[in-house]
């Protein structure tokens, strides 16, 4: 992701700034406690709209991959550039009907829906029920005609392609429990074109997530765009391909190709295949928010140790997983001046040895620091484990502050447990 797409800066006296706006100036305009994630709405729609144009005339629906960050304020900016969503539950799906998002901009996946997802899926007329197994279609089918509606079901395939990625985010190879294996295929054609109760709209794939390149996506959108074209070459129905989500950003370590690159990789393959008559649609997830959101954390002290020299925040795995799930990579820096070459062992107040964020080189104790990159799937995976309050958000548009969410505070979390 080249640096022009990111909205994480410094000022000229090195204060960390987004949007434009000093971070610490924007967190006195939403006076909310830390840990606080901050976002840059404006970020997020141009980082929409780019997208959009890299598809030029070409019929399409980005579906944003809502797990990575269910924010009513982030849906909203979405929706008005003009993306459908991509869903993994029920509650996703309840969110994005409150957000304004149209129904028949609504794909839904997972490998175990339940049967009330399952309904208000049918009753909605969700663009896609993404069907992940033979098993699954058989209870759609069921749902449906109990429902007395018809329900479009597109298949979610897998199409057996390794990436170079993390084992915990790779679903597209033979072992992942996701997808419908490629030799099962053509009996789910099947089974639902002999089904009154099912309609046949649509193929997709996601092959997981954090890819560098559109290689690996290429790669897996053929199996699609193979399956598709055997799939109209028989006459049956079809609306849509769908290649996925998984466009990398720039966690620091390794640059990604830009997620219009990989727009242009899908729309160049849908066109060498010749279903140029089919819509494509994509689910970006990460790409459209990663970049775009921070997290600010208070520091709580130092620490000296024989070993190592360790920085103690506020903020926890509880607040961010990702370092202790998939043992990934944010950069911290200080909050009110330019980072240095002291060394620290950032960490935070959980009791579990993974609530560690790395060495960074911060410089002299700094107050606050800005953990980088945090838009998805950051606060979707915050928890209140050991007692703690979920954090803060703060939405910001044109560098000032126009919504916030402050954190419940810790009361919340002791009534609840008091009440269980
Ligand atoms: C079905 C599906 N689509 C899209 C995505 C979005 O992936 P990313 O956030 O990497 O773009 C995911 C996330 O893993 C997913 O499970």
Known sequence: MSAAMTTFARDQDGHATLGGTRLSTLLEQAHVPTPAYVYDLDGIERAASQLKQAFGSRRHLIAYAMKANGAGSILRTLRDA???VCLVSGGEMKVALGAGILPGRMVISGVAKADWEIDMAISQGLYAIQ???LEELARIAGRARSLGRQAR???RINPGVEIESHSHIATGHDAAKFGIPRADVSAAFERIDASEWLVSVGVSTHVGSMLPTPK???????????????RLASGGT???MNFGGGFGIDYGPQAADAPTEFAQAAVTLAAKHGLDELELVVEPGRSLVGPYGMLVASVRQGKESPARRWLMIDAGMNDLLRPALYGAFHRIEPLERLPGTKEWRVVGPICESS???GTHALG???ERVVVRDTGAYGFVMASEYNGRALPSE??????TVVHTSPSPGVDFWVERRLQA
Do not use: H, W
Request: aromatic share 10%.
């Open 216 to 230: 690996a996506y290429v790669e897996s959108a053929t199996a699609v765009c193979e399956i598709a074209r055997q």
């Open 364 to 366: 002299e104790l700094p």
């Open 394 to 399: 703060v939405f910001t548009k044109n560098g």
């Open 355 to 357: 609530d560690d964020f």
């Open 153 to 155: 079901v597109g298949l």
């Open 131 to 133: 069907v992940e197994s």
């Open 238 to 240: 079809l609306e849509y």
């Open 82 to 84: 003009g993306t459908g």
